[in-house]
């Protein structure tokens, strides 16, 4: 089960830090994902971080301002977003995937099989 939390109303420029808790698994063997949707569009890829958090991915229009970590002491990964913008609005969803690669950064969302319910963030301009 997944567990994601931390989204909310912000003005643009201002940071965010969404988490998500796992439960019932073994996190660290798990690549994790964030997605985002925004009102109609498709769902699309955020951010991944391999099971050793060893190896990071981004889509492009988040590189320099997202950052994704985990703690698989605390079986949590999070999604630290700074100098939001009104385009990053969007429905937030981690994703998690079993791997026995300590490098694997799925960016497809068939690519995960276990999804979290979803934290809604909101830039305002």
């Known amino acids: 089960q997944l567990q994601a939390s931390g989204g909310g109303l912000v003005q643009a420029g201002d940071s965010l830090r969404l988490s998500c808790a796992a439960s019932g698994r073994t996190f660290s063997n798990y690549a994790m994902g964030w997605f985002r949707q925004a009102p109609g569009k498709e769902r699309e890829f955020v951010a991944a971080?391999?099971?050793?958090?060893?190896?990071?991915r981004y889509v492009d229009s988040v590189k320099g301002r997202f950052t994704i970590s985990r703690d698989n002491a605390k079986n949590t990964v999070h999604l630290q977003m700074n100098s939001l913008k009104p385009e990053d609005t969007a429905v937030y969803y981690c994703?998690?995937?079993?791997?026995?690669?300590?490098?694997?950064?799925?960016?497809?969302?068939?690519?995960?099989?276990?999804w979290g319910q979803g934290t809604l963030v909101t830039v305002s301009s």
């Open positions: 994703a998690a995937q079993s791997s026995a690669s300590h490098y694997y950064t799925p960016t497809g969302g068939s690519d995960y099989s276990s």
């Open positions: 971080v391999a099971r050793t958090g060893t190896n990071t």
